[in-house]
T-cell receptor, first 114, second 117 residues
């Protein structure tokens, strides 16, 4: 049963600390997305990779957030320095462009910045 | 600018009755629409989709209707079951977009559905 995995599932950190979230997309999927879920905004797209190349990170605060795909099995989202307003659930999703737009989501990382 | 809107934050329905979840969009370039379901502490899971060349798509108890002129879509669940209680997200995309828009989904804020036994 292929799934997207995310680590850690929960992270509590103090303001100013660096946070790194990791995602393992489904093997063979060529698109990876990072989303943030907040009560006010629903699911916001932060970054989007296709074939490991970053295509769109316009939804991401550039000064503190960065997203990378070091290889096809790992995507990372870093926040440095973290702020309380970054507290949210961060989801990774992967997909395979076959003519539909189905994306498969991981369980999310719940981040709390105090 | 919220291009996909789910104006009802919550919906409560009796088991066995119909649940109707609504979604409006403003971007006329959107031509592919999806519904995702999300349980607490889990990621969203794909439920059903529809292309703009259709006005209806059915999968078991779930039917999605698309009204392009009104820029409105709805998800019907018949009959509703307590296990359907979850957050439902509407999402939209521009199927034929090139470049960086290719494959992107724009999500609504979600509607919490509660089905009472």
């Amino acid at each position: 049963d292929a799934r997207v995995t995310q680590t850690p599932r929960h992270k509590v950190t103090e303001m100013g600390q660096e946070v790194t979230m990791r995602c393992q997309p489904i093997l063979g999927h060529n698109t990876v997305f990072w989303y943030r879920q907040t009560m006010m905004q629903g699911l916001e797209l932060l970054a989007y990779f296709r074939n490991r190349a970053p295509l769109d990170d316009s939804g991401m605060p550039k000064d503190r957030f960065s997203a990378e795909m070091p290889d096809a099995t790992l995507a990372t989202l870093k926040i440095q320095p973290s702020e309380p307003r970054d507290s949210a659930v961060y989801f990774c999703a992967s997909g395979l462009w076959t003519g539909t737009y189905e994306q498969y989501f991981g369980p999310g990382t719940r981040l709390t910045v105090t | 600018d919220q291009q996909v809107k789910q104006n009802s934050p919550s919906l409560s329905v009796q088991e066995g009755r119909i649940s109707i979840l609504n979604c409006d969009y403003t971007n006329s370039m959107f031509d592919y629409f999806l519904w995702y379901k999300k349980y607490p502490a889990e990621g969203p899971t794909f439920l059903i989709s529809i292309s703009s060349i259709k006005d209806k798509n059915e999968d078991g108890r779930f039917t999605v209707f698309l009204n392009k002129s009104a820029k409105h879509l709805s998800l019907h669940i018949v009959p509703s079951q307590p296990g359907d209680s979850a957050v439902y997200f509407c999402a939209a995309s521009h199927f034929n977009a090139g470049g960086t828009s290719y494959g992107k989904l724009t999500f609504g804020q979600g509607t919490i559905l509660t089905v009472h036994p």
